[in-house]
């Protein structure tokens, strides 16, 4: 049996070959290895040597075309996938574009995604138990006054607008009269508010019936509570905790709730998370989202192949998309921009500048037929004399 | 409702941020033979970026834990917004010029 130390010196030597994780984990096994078969100092040398190459042999050699073989690795199962899938995320009825759509969505850098969703976490006090997340459902749902009334009208007799409120869902939502009319009292144009049995009067004083109309659809959608543009919220057992998945998605005032678990939380909204988190986050959230979305439809691509395409997409420090308006239309050669899309739009343009390609890259290459600059293309041999 | 203090850096989604130094700066310059105009951007206005207090043309390290090789080191060079901006202006006239005569 070898000593520790000399496992740690070896190792040590093969520092600059190797990765952090793998010296790590070589070192756990051969520990363990050690014990169970007392290897010799010869035994320990050659595993750590093999190790070394097996890991040099997989390493991406120079000038290899990543960026294709991880367009085909990405497009090929994107032939496999179902057009139109919407998925039920678990409970109830929170829908979420999935399948194709959703990726061209990511890819696409879409600013408004078709279904924002959030997943709210909670911290320690509140994930275990049921009333605390409902409690902190309450805050984070937008209620406006048309969510909590029974019907609302116009009288045009008396130009005033008339509001039958729903005790039920005003007692789920926590909200008294006075706390409604409180609200209102902060839209513009409001001159009273009656309130009788569960009828609320409010009226705007000497307007036209345009206005009034205008008006009525200004009171109808106002918030009264919780988060704009989160219509609804939902409450999931996961395991031991509850999670809250809504409907809509705003991560910054989310995070402002007492109650939610910040260190977890997590929007799908990729402009958000970037707006949000920072360009990191964002980064990581594309890999999430198209790792989730392929997996779901049961294919499987490896996951470097996704780094490689979310970090083409966030290298500005924004997030742009794949495609004519992000990074395809940014290339600096001519003849690969014009190659892609929108043809003779480049070509004229360029024309017009006099703009010079240098044929540097692949695309140019290949149209005017000369060897490219890939693999053993990128090495240039000049013969001795 | 209670204050409560967000610190955005908690959240597993955002990696290790940190400013390097001068000399650790051109130390990676040197060691990958690069300028800094070669090394991915971060703006100014990243939330990371302005809680750690990163002006224009530090380069900042990323650590990210989230890797199939366990962590993995990565840099951007901080840029300001207003360079940004008269980038994104020529990148928009060109959309604008292109949109009109196709579709």
């Known amino acids: 049996m070898v000593d520790t130390s000399f496992i740690d010196a070896q190792l040590e030597n093969q520092r600059e070959n190797l990765t952090q994780f793998i010296v790590d984990k070589l070192k756990d096994k051969l520990y363990m290895a050690n014990e169970k078969y007392s290897l010799s100092e010869d035994e320990v040398s050659s595993i750590i040597e093999d190790s070394t190459k097996a890991y040099e042999h997989s390493l991406v050699d120079p000038g290899e075309a990543v960026g294709t073989v991880a367009a085909q690795s990405l497009g090929e199962p994107g032939t496999q996938m179902t057009l139109n899938t919407f998925h039920y995320a678990g409970v109830a009825d929170i829908n979420v574009t999935l399948g194709l759509p959703r990726i061209i969505e990511i890819v ?226 001519i003849l690969a921009r014009a190659s892609f899309e929108v043809t003779t739009n480049h070509l004229m343009k360029a024309a017009k500048f006099g703009e010079i390609d240098p044929l540097s890259g692949v695309t140019e290459n290949v149209i005017i037929g000369q060897p490219i600059p890939l693999g053993t293309g990128n090495v240039k041999l000049i013969m001795k004399k | ?51 750690i207090g990163a002006k224009p043309g530090n380069i900042i390290k990323i650590v990210r834990g989230y890797s199939p090789a366990g962590k993995s080191v990565f840099y951007r060079y901080v840029i300001g917004e207003d360079v940004k901006e008269t980038l994104e202006e020529e990148v928009l006239d060109e959309i604008v010029e292109d949109d009109s005569g196709e579709e």
């Open chain 2, 1 to 51: 409702m209670t204050k409560k203090k967000i610190n955005i850096l908690d959240n597993e989604f955002v990696p290790q941020h940190t400013i390097l130094t001068e000399e650790e700066s051109n130390e990676l310059l040197q060691k990958y033979n690069v300028t800094y105009d070669k090394l991915p951007l971060i703006l100014e206005s990243d939330p990371v970026v302005k809680i």
């Open chain 1, 108 to 333: 696409d850098a879409r600013k408004d995604p078709d279904t924002p969703v959030m997943r709210i976490y909670l911290n320690e006090e509140s994930r275990g138990s049921r009333e605390k997340a409902e409690e902190i459902v309450k805050e984070i749902e937008g209620t406006t006054i048309e969510s909590i009334s029974k019907s609302m009208k116009i009288d045009v007799i008396n130009m005033s607008i008339v509001v039958e409120l729903d005790n039920y869902k005003m007692e789920k939502q926590g909200l008294t009269i006075g706390d409604i009319k409180e609200k209102l009292y902060k839209l513009k144009k409001v001159e009273s508010i009656e309130d009788e049995d569960n009828f609320l009067t409010l009226k705007a004083g000497d307007v036209s019936l345009m206005e009034i109309r205008k008006f009525f659809n200004r009171v109808r959608s106002h918030q009264l509570k919780g988060i704009k543009s989160v219509k609804r919220a939902l409450i999931k057992k996961e395991g031991e905790e509850y999670v809250i998945y809504t409907e809509g998605s705003n991560l910054g005032e989310a995070f402002k709730i007492p109650g939610v678990d910040l260190t977890r939380s997590i929007s799908n909204d990729i402009h958000e998370i970037q707006r949000v988190l920072g360009i990191e986050a964002a980064r990581r959230s594309i890999v999430d989202e198209i790792k989730k979305t392929l997996e779901e439809q049961g294919l499987e691509v490896d996951i470097r192949h996704i780094m490689l395409l979310a970090d083409l997409m966030t290298m500005e420090g924004e997030i742009k998309q794949i495609g004519r308006h992000g990074i395809s239309g940014e290339k600096s050669s």
